[in-house]
């Protein structure tokens, strides 16, 4: 028996359907809220109670006297995800990084479970070692669907500029909305060949942070390993 959603959480799929579609890309602004409930056959209350929904889960964005608009990375902190801050609390505000591997390959089961892709379909995965005040704080690496980022080569990821975070990319080249995230974070021991690549002490010990992030229609765009030295940072609920 199929259950009937209330009006105005059809007006949220409907918004997000559209974003990660690309008929509404990043930045960009939505129709006034008097079009929008013409377009979805509802109320303007319903539609204003949607639009504040998902301007509270950090999909849409609302402009006094300019209207409502999707979520721009590129105008914003440069990573509302992130999860890492110095011991003393103070936010870090920007890495610096290095690409070490980029490359598409058929996805093993466990990445394929994770993305909820089949066995074997293309997937783009890239690593990163990172940097902050000047000391190497460990190293990240993402695993995206080919499909959704067709564009994504590793020239564009070296040549992006400085301050752009990896997800304000994503919109530049492919109009990826990513609207929410899960982390899962636990803590392990640097392996030896990892300390070697890092020239970080064997067994330093590492917080790390496993990311399922996804479009605002709720498929997966991204599974994501994060590394960080625990000697120097700490997890920002």
Known sequence: MSVRLPSYARVKLLIRQRISSGIWRAGEMLPPLAKLAELTEVSVGTVRRAVAELAAEGVLETHQGKGIAVVDYGKRYWN???????????????????????????ASDEIARQLQLMPGDPVIHWRR??????????FDESYLPQKFFPSLTRRVLLERPKNMSIYALYEKIGGIVVAHSADCI????LSDDD???????PHTPMLVLHRTSRLPDGRICEYRIERADARFVRIAI
Do not use: K, T
């Open 80 to 106: 509302r995800f992130h999860r890492f801050q110095r011991r003393d609390g103070s936010l870090i505000l920007e890495y610096e990084d290095r690409l070490v591997l980029f490359d598409v390959s058929p």
């Open 186 to 189: 636990c803590a392990e021991a």
């Open 129 to 138: 070692e990172m940097n902050f005040d000047g000391r190497c704080s460990g």
């Open 195 to 201: 300390a070697r690549s890092l020239c970080l002490p």
